[in-house]
């Protein structure tokens, strides 16, 4: 039965709002490659209204209907999103699949997902105001001081379409947790479930103003609003060449950016593994999600005297992966998002072809598929680092696979990228696996296992991956700005200047 994809407008100052220019961009279904739907085509003008209208929600009844609200009242209305999302879970999952192409089961669990970021932040936003007045100790006793965190203002998020509602969801939560108001500007890939959140912001009588979005062009929304003088921040999730341009764009008005970029993250795997678990663990981590992963650990560093009886091993795994219509039940590897990513994909394998790597499995389209972006998950071996399946991000269902003798040419390996996101090693010697998390250049390290997430732990990458940290009390703090507050406490005078009294 087909699942109809509701016909949405902006969301602007609470209300549904039809674009300015009246455009609007057509939904594809990655597994079908049919047209299912449109979404709004937002242009710079839609962002200044969004804009005035996020202004207009913070200054409203001198900032106490929400930035300067006690955190309860905050923390209801997150958790009132958070129950209506779980609410809508089954509805919400088969958009995200429909639009993003991800197994059903995986949107379900990203649903799930975005229901506990809610819930998580609600609670932070209640823990603020017992953080305020933080006393700071001072050599004089003359002075007293504390420090008062303050939402930081208008706050542009800018996600991608891998996880659509987890990725905006990662930052619309502890941005209202914060008191910011948040202007949202999704990929124009996957916005339907963005819509559904604003959906969700209406039944719930979020406050006008404190959560706008407008979906539409990178070029024609995004860059207005990363340029805009009166965003305060902007958050964004995405490719390091996106993110380079609006790190440009915010430093004309000295604007602080957090950063979430692209990743060409290593799993290690030593001699001393259960080859079946080691297996399933390269696979997830890097198949998951279609291969879509900025922290997919796509580069394979095998130790030399397994590679061959584990690579095996690997192939009869991933070549037991189900490829399907992503709500086919059982779908464990969907469509890539668009033509455009499909081709890319494709051309990836062909160079490394042509550069003389082995193609072990995959590298083409299903056979029983004929229609959608569907790739074959692929392992490349033979690879060199100089071939530029091992230097660049994929960003699909591709794995490249090296082989390593010792421990030190393993850590040498695996830093021998631009990036700096995720790594994992995979080791039955815990302390050996504990030395190695320590050398890794890498903001997050998975030991004997790829991939986890946890709402509670930070995420975040260093090198060109970006800067700044996502989730945790980490993430609440991308939203507030800290003031130092000194006070003069004692009743002599200053006594610096000569007083003219006594002239």
Request: net charge negative; charged share 25%.
């Amino acid at each position: 039965m087909a699942i109809p994809i509701p016909t949405r407008q902006l969301f602007i100052d609470g209300e549904w709002r039809e674009p300015v220019l009246k455009k609007r961009i057509p939904i594809i279904n990655p597994a079908t490659e049919q047209i299912i739907g449109d979404i709004p085509a937002a242009t710079a003008e839609d962002v200044e209204l969004a804009v005035d209208a996020a202004r207009k929600a913070l200054a409203r009844n001198k900032g106490r209907d929400w930035a300067n609200a006690p955190g309860a009242v905050r923390a209801k209305y997150l958790r009132a999103i958070a129950a209506k999302i779980t609410e809508k879970k089954s509805e919400i999952a088969k958009l995200e699949a429909l639009d993003c192409g991800k197994p059903l089961d995986e949107a379900a669990w990203d649903i799930d997902d975005v229901a506990g970021c809610f819930e998580y932040y609600a609670d932070l936003a209640e823990g603020l105001d017992a953080k305020q007045k933080t006393p700071v100790s001072l050599p004089m006793d003359t002075f007293k001081s504390h420090v008062l965190k303050e939402p930081i203002g208008v706050v542009g998020l800018i996600t991608p379409w891998n996880y659509p509602m987890l990725m905006a969801t990662w930052k619309v939560a502890p941005a209202l947790a914060a008191g910011c108001a948040a202007i949202l500007k999704p990929s124009e890939l996957a916005s339907v479930t963005c819509l559904e959140l604003a959906q969700v912001c209406r039944e719930v009588s979020l406050p006008p103003g404190v959560l706008n979005i407008l979906t539409g062009l990178g070029h024609e929304a995004g860059a207005p609003l990363a340029s805009h003088p009166h965003v305060d921040k902007i958050a964004f999730t995405g490719s390091t060449i996106t993110g380079s341009k609006i790190m440009t764009a915010a430093a004309q008005v000295v604007k602080p950016v957090t950063l979430e970029l692209g990743g060409k993250s290593p799993i290690v795997i030593f001699e001393d593994v259960d080859l079946d678990k080691a297996a399933e663990w390269t696979a997830f981590g890097c198949f998951w999600t279609n291969g879509q992963i900025c922290s997919a650990t796509s580069r394979l560093i095998v130790h030399e005297r397994i590679a061959a009886e584990f690579l095996d091993r690997l192939v009869k795994w991933t070549k037991n992966i189900k490829i399907s219509d992503p709500l086919e039940e059982g779908c464990r590897l969907g469509p890539v998002v668009s033509g455009g990513q499909y081709e890319k994909v494709l051309k990836f394998i062909d160079t490394a072809r042509s550069e003389g790597a082995s193609i072990l499995c995959g590298g083409a389209r299903p056979e029983h598929l004929k229609k959608g972006f569907f790739i074959q998950p692929t392992i490349i071996s033979a690879v060199t680092t100089s071939m530029q399946i091992w230097r660049e991000e994929v960003f699909g269902p591709v794995l490249c696979a090296k082989t390593f003798s010792t421990e030190d040419e393993a850590i040498e390996l695996a830093n021998d990228t631009q990036y700096g996101l995720g790594a994992a090693v995979i080791s039955n010697d815990l302390e050996r696996c504990d030395r190695i998390s320590k050398a890794l250049q890498a903001g997050i390290v998975w030991i004997n296992c790829s991939q986890p997430c946890f709402t509670q732990a930070p995420w975040g990458g260093n090198k060109r991956s970006g800067f700044g940290r996502e989730l945790g009390e980490w993430g609440i703090e991308n939203y507030l700005t800290v003031k130092q507050v000194t006070e003069y406490i004692s009743d002599e005078p200053w006594g610096w200047y000569q007083s003219p009294s006594k002239l």
